[in-house]
């Protein structure tokens, strides 16, 4: 039983290490293929383009 506790929190620790390069590299290539290195204020573009 504890061999399988062991297991799951070893499994827990990889994937979260998995996560967190996973999370880089998706803001990285944000920022350099879009050029998108500006936080966008949703509200703000919401009132500055016109709805009908």
Do not use: C
């Amino acid at each position: 039983m504890l061999g399988i506790l062991i297991g799951i929190a070893v499994w827990l620790v990889v994937a979260l290490a998995v996560a967190i390069v996973l999370g880089r590299v998706a803001r990285r290539a944000d920022s350099e293929e879009l050029g998108s290195t500006l936080h966008w204020d949703t509200a703000d573009v919401d009132e500055s383009v016109p709805h009908d």
